[in-house]
């Protein structure tokens, strides 16, 4: 079976670009969910996405978006750049919205802003 | 505000001693605890979780936690370590009155030396 995959691994993008990082969940599973993780520190939530709706955001500024497909998939987008941008974007999958149901990961997105 | 505290930023063992990592969590109702490990350049894999019942959780590779209200503590053991074991692992907590997110502790490194 299939993990959660995460595309690209990697890419640098320089300050005042726009990325688009895309997560494809495990199959079956309906909720997405988006952490960034800056190099020494654990992960931050950014959102949560169930059945195509957003169910839960931190505390990111509005550079941040991102949205879910009808086959669950997902893209997270940033734009505007900042080289404190730069991490570990990762994504979790999971059967149902609460957190009793295991989350799985993916391996990240590495994104380094020049 | 929910928090977590991983004491110890660094921890060394010699393989077959104990490991031991420590977490405490601030929050007047226990939330859902989780342990979670990060091999390098992978994302994350679930050890072990408390929701609800028994206090003393076991999980995958040896590994067990348990949780005491009294200590608002959830510490990580294994009885004899692996140089396998070696990575950086993370307690977190899912909030009793948001289940769509986890709140990563900063994480503890496990060194194995032989």
């Known amino acids: 079976d299939a993990g959660v995959t995460q595309s690209p691994t990697h890419l640098i993008k320089t300050r005042g670009q726009h990325v688009t990082l895309r997560c494809s969940p495990i199959?079956?599973?309906?909720?997405v969910s988006w952490y960034q993780q800056v190099l020494g520190q654990g992960p931050q939530f950014i959102f949560q996405?169930?059945?195509?709706?957003?169910?839960g955001r931190g505390n990111f500024p509005d550079r941040f978006s991102a949205r879910q497909f009808p086959n669950y998939s997902s893209e997270l987008n940033v734009n505007a750049l900042l080289l404190g941008d730069s991490a570990l974007y990762l994504c979790?999958?999971?059967?149902?919205?609460?957190?009793?149901?295991?989350?799985?990961f993916g391996q990240g997105t590495r994104l380094t802003v020049v | 505000a929910q928090s977590v505290t991983q004491l110890g930023s660094h921890v060394s063992v010699s393989e077959g001693a104990l490991v031991l990592l420590r977490c405490n969590y601030s929050?007047?109702?226990?939330?859902?605890l989780f342990w979670y490990v990060q091999y390098p350049n992978q994302g994350l894999q679930l050890l072990l979780k408390y929701t609800t019942g028994a206090t003393l959780v076991k999980g995958i590779n040896g590994f067990e936690a348990e949780f005491k209200k009294s200590e608002t503590s959830f510490h990580l053991t294994k009885p004899s370590a692996h140089m396998s074991d070696a990575a950086e692992y993370f307690c977190a907590v899912s909030p009793p009155r948001r289940t769509d997110k986890l709140i990563f502790g900063t994480g503890t490194r496990l060194q194995v030396f032989p």
């Open positions: 979790a999958s999971s059967w149902g919205i609460f957190m009793n149901t295991e989350a799985f």
């Open positions: 199959s079956g599973h309906k909720s």
């Open positions: 929050s007047s109702v226990p939330p859902y």
């Open positions: 996405y169930y059945e195509k709706e957003e169910r």
